[in-house]
């Protein structure tokens, strides 16, 4: 299977910028888009960013001039560089990566998976 880690949470005070980090790692052939979501509490959980094999990328109206999704195919990591940090960017982040992997009789399969979350708060 695939499993996938995210990184660099924590607390920073409005207007400051953080950069996470999400690494795929397991027997991956190829990864296809690989997204953030957030989930603030008591809301569901919402697309932040994505961006696909080719470098295509795509934002969340809110977040839109300010956040910066970046992937390293080689690594198969992707990062999300987060400036002009608001008190409701607030919430548990979520790295999500789709593509395909050998299985134990290297036989190819699909997957999807996603990270335990990482806190970003955010102090007005």
């Known amino acids: 299977q695939v499993q996938v880690v995210e990184s660099g949470g924590g607390l920073v005070q409005a207007g400051g910028s953080l950069r996470l980090s999400c690494a795929a790692s397991g027997s991956i052939a190829s990864i296809g888009t690989m997204a953030w979501y957030r989930q603030a509490p008591g809301k569901q959980r919402d697309m932040v960013a994505f961006?696909?094999?080719?470098?295509?990328?795509h934002y969340a109206a809110s977040v839109k001039g300010r956040f910066t999704i970046s992937r390293d195919n080689a690594k198969n990591t992707v990062y999300l560089q987060m400036n002009s940090l608001k008190a409701e960017d607030t919430a548990v982040y979520y790295c999500?990566?789709?593509?395909?992997?050998?299985?134990?009789?290297?036989?190819?399969?699909?997957?999807?998976?996603w990270g335990q979350g990482t806190q970003v708060t955010v102090s007005s």
């Open positions: 999500n990566a789709a593509g395909r992997y050998y299985n134990k009789n290297y036989l190819l399969n699909s997957f999807e998976s």
């Open positions: 961006i696909t094999s080719g470098g295509s990328t």
